[in-house]
């Protein structure tokens, strides 16, 4: 990890400590470098209608949006445990949207473990993007 990789650490790991979790008790951070090479942070955000609660990455598009940057440059998640906590399926998909293949992921246990670094087209191979609708509506 370099640098700006612990700067994310970091951001990850605070957005985590404001995470509300009470139903699952598993906190989690994750932050995003945008293309405006700003750092953007959220946390999961859980509800009494379970269905209805949030993933820190979402929160963290969200977050970066709302601040003006457009792409993903890199993500780092952070969850609790030794073990990496990799992002679940629909934030793979929602991480793509604002990510090039080649975009790397790091998965990040808070109490030590190595990080895995991975990438987005590493964890949502051969995945369905934008480009797919441009390519079926083209000409009509
Ligand atoms: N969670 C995330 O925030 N990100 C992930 O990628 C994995 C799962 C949250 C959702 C839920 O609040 C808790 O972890 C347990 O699944």
Not at 22 to 34: E, T
Not at 57 to 82: D, F
Request: proline content about 6%; hydrophobic content about 40%.
């Amino acid at each position: 990890m370099d640098g700006m990789d612990l700067e994310l650490f970091e951001a990850a790991r605070k957005a985590l400590e404001f995470a509300h979790a009470p139903y699952s008790g598993f906190s989690v951070g994750a932050a995003i470098l945008g293309d405006d090479g700003r750092i953007y942070s959220g946390c999961n955000v859980e509800n009494a209608a379970y269905p209805l609660g949030n993933c820190a990455e979402a929160s963290a598009i969200s977050a970066m949006l709302a601040g003006g940057a457009r792409r993903i440059r890199k993500v780092l998640t952070i969850g609790p445990g030794r073990v990496p906590v990799t992002p679940c399926g629909g934030c793979r998909q929602r991480i793509r949207e604002f990510a090039a293949p080649s975009v790397i992921v790091i998965c990040a246990g808070l109490d030590g473990g190595e990080p895995l670094l991975t990438t987005i087209a590493e964890l949502l191979p051969h995945s369905f993007g934008p480009q797919f609708l441009q390519e079926n509506t083209r000409g009509e």
